[in-house]
């Protein structure tokens, strides 16, 4: 991860009893695995957030352009499309590419990635890494909180991600 | 080019200094596989040998090895080579490559002695040696950090049926409460069956080695599947080379890895929906290498996946269709075999996995299958003798 960002985030994360006031907060879940993608959408809206999913990678970015999220979660590892081609087409689409993206894997981005870090392969393909790198299994409370934050610096920073 | 100025003297006296100082075991044998001539790194290597066997030096033997390139040299009258393996004068291993010439008398005349010139390649089996100990040492620790990719993801699996539980009771929610019951059975259930396989993996099986038919296996699993491929519209075909001689492999693992890469191929085309989806197993024999084949025109895979697949339980199935250990096996049988798995894959076109084999890295046959193999001449000297010490 983007380890800057969690470990700022450690330091103020609260329990999960926080506020809960995440209403018209629209959070695309892109999940191969229906458990977690279920999951992750039932403790998102517990949380006031409005989740979707999509357990299908070949169809996540129609859904995407449905949904219209405010973030979205990405897997890495999934079948038909991985998380590194949906990442780069989200972040080259032109109505998707300001929307920050968690990405949620079971991969590690550095160790993971024998020949070259995930961030390193995406730069050089001009794309910005993602905002943050959460690994599975997540800590509850700071998966909330990254959503939080991100979903607050992109309102506070501009429109355009970067 | 001899100066035309040179006494039969000095060219005999340049022969012997050139004789003596080529860098490599140079011998000349008589009918009689007596050593007449030797130069100076093969008296060095193997003691002083003028007058004595070929075999006694060279392998401290008493009698004469099958085998014999100089024999064959003997008797067909043209050049023979072969990779072998004898003793030195301090009894150390030693392994070289013998070509074994005909020395003729007169023009056309009878084959008088044969002249074998050896280069040591001992050093270069040691370094083989070492660096498939090294391949199979990389491959278990690949293997154990791999571990972590599919456990991390059963973990969350559970934490999520644990939490939506909780919340179900929380909020009196039966169906949410049954959600979170069956998330932890589904994730039970493959840690599971995950653990089973991971142990058989890690216990697997000292491969059997024999003599056997490399389109034989090939053919079995082609039969296998051929149900499988016709119901789901997918056209398999075996695409053989014609003749490819017997071979010593541990018949049960190259039936797995060939099944592995048959079901994934399968598996890849499901994913699409190509109406001239198409899974073709192919066998061929190319420079003394055996390669098993098989290509799909599935969903083929991107360079992230391509990176992954030997390495992790690592598998793009989706939930619950495997746990990515069938690759991870395949590669660990082949290495048991001194061979190499190869993967081309362009997503959206398809993926060809090619099993190569060469065949002088091939392990010895165990036990009871030490017969030579029924098509071919017989294996290499130092492979034979090792095969007979074992029964």
Redesign the interface.
């Known amino acids: 991860m983007p380890g800057s960002l969690l470990s700022k985030l450690k330091t103020r994360i609260p329990s999960e009893t926080a506020d809960r006031n995440n209403g018209h907060v629209r959070v695309l879940i892109i999940e191969d695995e229906p458990d977690i993608a279920a999951y992750l959408q039932i403790l998102l809206k517990e949380y006031g957030f409005e989740a979707a999913c999509e357990t299908d990678a070949t169809r996540a970015i129609a859904a995407a352009e449905t949904f219209r999220p405010d973030v979205i979660c990405l897997d890495m590892v999934m079948p038909k499309k991985t998380g590194l081609t949906l990442f780069m087409a989200l972040k080259k689409h032109p109505e998707l590419c300001h929307i920050p993206v968690v990405v949620v894997s079971a991969l590690h981005p550095q160790r993971d990635f024998d020949d070259m870090p995930f961030e390193d392969f995406v730069r050089k393909h001009g794309i910005p890494a993602p905002d943050v790198w959460l690994e599975k299994p997540i800590d509850r409370a700071a998966f909330l909180e990254t959503i939080r934050v991100v979903i607050g610096k992109k309102r506070h920073e501009s429109p355009t991600f970067s | 080019m001899p100066s035309p100025v040179m006494t039969e003297e000095t060219l005999k006296e340049q022969y012997d200094i050139l004789f003596d100082n080529t860098p490599c075991f140079v011998a000349v044998i008589d009918r009689d596989f007596r050593i007449i001539q030797a130069n100076r790194k093969f008296r060095e290597t193997f003691g002083e040998s003028y007058g004595r066997f070929c075999y006694e030096m060279y392998k401290d033997k008493t009698e004469r090895c099958p085998n014999c390139p100089a024999e064959a040299a003997f008797s067909t009258g043209v050049e023979h080579t072969s990779t072998q393996t004898g003793v030195d004068r301090d009894g150390r291993e030693t392994h070289y490559v013998v070509t074994a010439t005909p020395l003729r008398g007169a023009a056309n005349g009878s084959v008088k002695a044969v002249m074998e010139i050896a280069i040591d390649v001992t050093r270069l089996r040691e370094l083989e040696e070492e660096k498939l100990v090294a391949e199979r040492l990389a491959a278990v620790g690949q293997t154990v950090a791999g571990l972590?990719?599919?456990v991390?993801?059963v973990?969350?699996?559970l934490?999520?049926?644990l939490?939506?539980m909780k919340?179900g009771l929380k909020n009196a929610d039966v169906e949410?409460l049954g959600?979170g019951l069956s998330?932890l059975d589904?994730?039970i259930e493959r840690i599971s069956h995950f653990v089973k396989e991971f142990l058989g993996f890690a216990k697997g099986r000292l491969p059997q080695t024999q003599w056997i038919n490399p389109n034989g296996v090939a053919r079995d699993v082609v039969e296998l599947y051929r149900e499988t491929a016709a119901r789901a519209g997918i056209a398999l075909t075996a695409e053989f080379q014609d003749f490819i001689p017997e071979a010593p492999f541990d018949p049960e693992g190259l039936h797995t890895c060939l099944a592995n890469l048959v079901s994934n191929a399968l598996d890849a085309c499901a994913?699409t929906e190509k109406k001239d989806a198409r899974v073709i197993v192919r066998t061929k024999k190319e420079n003394d290498i055996i390669i098993f084949e098989v290509t799909d025109n599935g969903?083929g895979m991107?360079c992230?996946?391509k990176?992954?697949v030997f390495?992790?339980f690592?598998?793009?199935?989706?939930?619950g269709?495997g746990t990515g250990i069938g690759l991870l096996i395949t590669k660990k049988i082949v290495q048991e075999h001194g061979g190499r798995v190869d993967v081309v894959s362009e997503?959206g076109q398809g993926s060809t996995f090619r099993l190569i084999f060469p065949v002088s890295r091939l392990p010895n046959p165990t036990n009871e299958s030490c017969a030579a193999p029924r098509n071919q001449a017989a294996p290499a000297l130092q492979d034979e003798e090792k095969a007979h010490s074992r029964c």
Not at chain 2, 314 to 319: C, L, M, N, V, Y
């Open positions: 972590a990719h599919g991390k993801n973990i969350t699996g934490e999520g049926g939490y939506v919340s949410q959600k998330m589904n994730n994913m969903i991107d992230e996946v990176k992954k390495t992790n690592f598998s793009t199935k989706g939930s269709k997503p």
